[in-house]
């Protein structure tokens, strides 16, 4: 059975620092490409970063330079580092995986996606 399972947000202020991790099983993260969405209320659900299994990574323009995604295959889990986190940052931030699809791909087309976790709700206040 494929799992993700997201951890790691919770309330910082702005400025401030998270690490999101998201614990794959079920699957063989290496060959997957795998990234992070966030839908903040009221919005459109976006994609943020995300990394495909020759380890390219792709970013949203409104984090690029403050987060940065990495993978341990090892571990078949992926992570979110987030720093200089502004308020405009609150969402609930999703994992998604998929195979044979890049990383820029991967960002765009979300509805496209087989896998996916709960969530996990990071709160930036100013």
């Known amino acids: 059975q494929v799992r993700l399972v997201e951890s790691g947000g919770g309330s910082v202020q702005a400025g401030g620092s998270l690490l999101l991790t998201c614990a794959a099983s079920?699957?063989?993260?290496?060959?997957?490409?795998m990234g992070w969405f966030r839908q903040a209320p009221g919005k459109e659900r976006e994609g943020v970063a995300s990394i495909d299994t020759s380890g390219h990574t792709s970013y949203a323009v409104s984090v690029g330079g403050r987060f940065t995604i990495s993978k341990d295959n090892a571990k078949n889990t992926l992570y979110l580092q987030m720093r200089s986190l502004k308020p405009e940052d609150t969402a609930m931030y999703y994992c998604a995986a998929a195979r044979f699809v890049g990383s820029s791909w991967l960002l765009t087309n979300a509805d496209a996606l087989q896998y996916w976790g709960q969530g996990t709700q990071v709160t930036v206040s100013s």
């Open positions: 079920g699957f063989t993260a290496s060959t997957y490409s």
